[in-house]
């Protein structure tokens, strides 16, 4: 059966890839990937060359098509995002429900993530969470940011450096004294995990000059707060 495996990449350390990962990157027909020259860098410190097939949000419906002529073919195909686990706020939902649905095979190649990474050093006591993703930019971002504040769970959010400023002053205004988690670059030369209220953590990001980087957002649980 031919199959498409789905396959975790680094967050930024190039070093953190599975020995699985490499070895199924090197076996595979095509590797379907978000932005090609990020894929390349990658298979480029490993000596691997393959042909790479675009698969971002805009050319998900082409590639799909693609993707089930290969493994109708009988070729072996992987998935791959920019970084980390691919279907985790990333694109490729439609490309595994499609591979599905033909009768090919799917298979998880499991590896770094920044929402696991995160959480691996979060020390909450409490399993459970709520993992959000990206909020809405604008429609329904003031409705998020309330259920938030109304959530008895910790919550976990992706954040791009041009909003986290205004998402901690979101925050701060519903949530002033509840203890925020900010995974800054993980695995990256400039990592760092900043604790605080988000008033506390918003003050800092702006004497900070400019918040760059990437964000996972942790908000504490009610009762560790
Ligand atoms: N699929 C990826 C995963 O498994 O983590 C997430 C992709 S999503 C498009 C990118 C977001 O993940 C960033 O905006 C940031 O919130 C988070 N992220 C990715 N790499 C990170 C890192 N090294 N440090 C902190 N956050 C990171």
Same mark, same amino acid.
């Given at each position: 059966m031919s199959t498409l495996y789905v396959v975790a990449t680094p967050i930024g350390?190039?070093?953190?890839?599975?020995?699985?990962?490499?070895?199924?990157?090197?076996a595979v027909?095509?590797?379907?990937? %978000?932005?090609?020259?990020?894929?390349?860098?990658?298979?480029?410190?490993?000596?691997? %060359?393959?042909?790479?097939?675009?698969?971002?949000?805009?050319?998900?419906?082409k590639a799909t098509q693609r993707a089930l002529e290969l493994l109708e073919e009988g070729k072996d195909i992987a998935l791959v995002s920019d970084a980390g686990t691919p279907g985790i706020s990333d694109p490729g939902a439609r490309l595994v429900r499609a591979v599905r649905a033909a009768g090919h095979g799917v298979v998880a190649v499991p590896g770094p993530s920044a929402l696991s990474a995160a959480l691996s050093i979060a020390g909450l006591t409490e399993n459970e969470f709520v993992f959000l993703g990206f909020l809405?930019?604008?429609?329904?971002?003031?409705?998020?940011?309330?259920?938030?504040?109304? %959530? %008895?769970?910790?919550?976990?959010?992706?954040?791009?450096?041009?909003?986290?400023e205004k998402l901690m002053s979101e925050l701060?205004?519903?949530l002033p004294e509840r203890e925020t988690m900010l995974f800054r670059e993980l695995t990256k030369m400039f990592e760092?995990?900043?604790? *605080?209220?988000?008033?506390?953590?918003?003050?800092?990001?702006?004497?900070? *000059?400019?918040?760059?980087?990437?964000?996972?957002?942790?908000i504490t649980p009610s009762q560790e707060a």
């Open positions: 350390n190039l070093e953190d890839i599975t020995l699985r990962a490499l070895r199924i990157l090197k027909d095509v590797i379907f990937c %978000e932005d090609t020259r990020v894929t390349s860098k990658l298979l480029a410190k490993y000596e691997t %060359e393959k042909p790479l097939v675009r698969c971002d949000e805009k050319a998900e419906g809405p930019h604008k429609k329904g971002r003031q409705t998020a940011i309330k259920s938030i504040a109304a %959530e %008895e769970r910790a919550v976990i959010l992706y954040e791009s450096p041009h909003r986290i701060a205004a519903v760092e995990v900043l604790v *605080g209220t988000p008033q506390e953590l918003w003050a800092r990001l702006e004497t900070d *000059g400019s918040a760059r980087g990437e964000f996972v957002v942790l």
